[in-house]
């Protein structure tokens, strides 16, 4: 199908191969099987340049890399054993591990009822990749409105700061009048930013004794627009 495309006329043509970072998460130590997919990927590469002129330029690039992975930090739950985080007790919850919460935009009876069965926003997404007009043309938007945003049972008024996703490597902290049930004012959101910030510069490695963390960032010292304002309040790099 991509090289059908590639004999039409573009500006900008990109294709993602999602193979290799599939592979690498599940199958990291098969290496002769990562070898093969690599080669194959070559192959490909190979084919495009025989068929490219002289006036198009191709880039190869990936948007992260692999390494090997020892241990987790499971930020929520440490931002829960120090107070800053509270879930629902009266949802259940299968283990302790805290790796991703985002807002439940609206709490309702309805949407109650949908979490213990794991109807989500986030699950129907997943499994519903692609067909974006059917889970629509499906299920009215008055329900989708109602469906909790995602499995973890999250008490939005008893939190002050929580990951922001477990892909984006920030906290944000939930600031009254800019998040839905934010509890935070303006003094106490710069007072516990720079207290969590200086907590996390304090980590140590349990197994080598050094930083846990490399950078812990304010938002500020990255973008000083404060119309960003959907974006983590804190960044880590690890």
Avoid at 123 to 136: D, Y
Avoid at 162 to 191: C, N, Q
């Amino acid at each position: 199908a991509m090289f059908h495309y590639l004999e039409k006329e573009w500006d900008l043509f990109v294709v993602v191969y999602r193979g290799s970072d599939i592979l690498q998460h599940l199958l990291w130590d098969d290496k002769d099987l990562l070898l093969t997919y690599y080669q194959y990927i070559d192959r490909i590469l190979q084919d495009v340049f025989q068929k490219m002129d002289n006036e198009t330029s191709l880039i190869v690039m990936s948007d992260h890399g692999f390494s090997d992975l020892d241990y987790i930090f499971h930020m929520n739950q440490w931002l829960a054993t120090k107070g800053l985080l509270k879930r629902k007790q009266t949802i259940a919850h299968q283990g302790t591990s805290y790796v991703e919460v985002k807002h439940q935009n609206s709490s309702s009876l309805l949407g109650e009822l949908f979490l213990p069965f794991g109807l989500t926003k986030e699950k129907l997404r997943k499994t519903m990749k692609g067909s974006t007009s059917l889970f629509k043309k499906i299920i009215p938007q008055s329900i989708r409105d109602q469906l909790p945003e995602t499995k973890y049972g999250i008490d939005w008024e008893g939190t002050k700061a929580y990951l922001y996703s477990s892909t984006s490597a920030g906290i944000k902290l939930h600031v009254r009048g800019r998040d839905p049930k934010g509890t935070l004012g303006h003094d106490e959101y710069v007072f516990l930013k720079k207290k969590i910030m200086e907590e996390l510069r304090l980590l140590k490695d349990p197994l080598t004794g050094n930083r846990l963390f490399q950078k812990v960032m304010d938002k500020e010292e990255l973008c000083n627009n404060t119309l960003h304002y959907d974006i983590p309040d804190i960044f880590i790099e690890s």
